[in-house]
């Protein structure tokens, strides 16, 4: 096998409000702050918990909805890969980075404030070479069933195609 493999599947809750920038060229870059706890019992039988830490970056449309609709405490599903980062600061001293790209992002439960349950899913699609992420498009729960082809007589002009929500 010629190829690795470079896959993470985080599912967690959000430290706080994402972040959102702009480059200059316009494309949305949102940060967030993800947190993942696992529970295992110790040698005396006592519950452990460890939380880890997890620094995630949503590219173009993918971030602009994160952006947009998660909160803080806001329990997510993201679907990405690690990247490191290695920079150098004014005072010389190098600075390491690990951040996790997403290509998808579903949102999961309810918000911190007590919103309503349920959320969308949402993926990238798109050529990685040119943008760090790729655009997402609304994955579908089923697959999509065309309608029988509407002779022009079973619509009245009682509406206008400024109507249709799509």
């Known amino acids: 096998m010629a190829r690795g493999i470079n896959k993470v599947i985080l599912v967690g809750n959000l430290g706080n409000d994402p972040e959102m920038k702009y480059t200059q060229g316009g494309m949305a870059v949102c940060t967030m702050s993800l947190a993942t706890t696992s529970v295992r019992k110790d040698r005396d039988g006592n519950t452990q918990e460890k939380t880890e830490w997890h620094r995630v970056k ?10 947009e609709y998660l909160k803080k405490g806001r329990q997510v599903y993201i679907e990405g890969s690690i990247r490191y980062d290695k920079f150098t600061g004014q005072d010389g001293v190098e600075k390491y980075f690990t951040d996790i790209v997403a290509d998808e992002m579903q949102m999961l439960g309810g918000g911190a404030e007590g919103g309503g349950g ?3 899913s949402y993926r990238g ?4 070479s040119e943008r760090p992420s790729r655009p997402p498009q609304r994955q579908e729960s089923a697959p999509r069933r065309e309608a029988p082809p509407a002779k022009s007589s079973d619509f009245a002009d009682d ?8």
């Open 159 to 166: 509406f206008a195609d400024d109507d249709i929500p799509f």
């Open 118 to 120: 349920g959320g969308g």
């Open 58 to 67: 949503l590219f173009g449309k993918l971030g602009e909805i994160a952006g």
């Open 125 to 128: 699609g798109g050529d990685r």
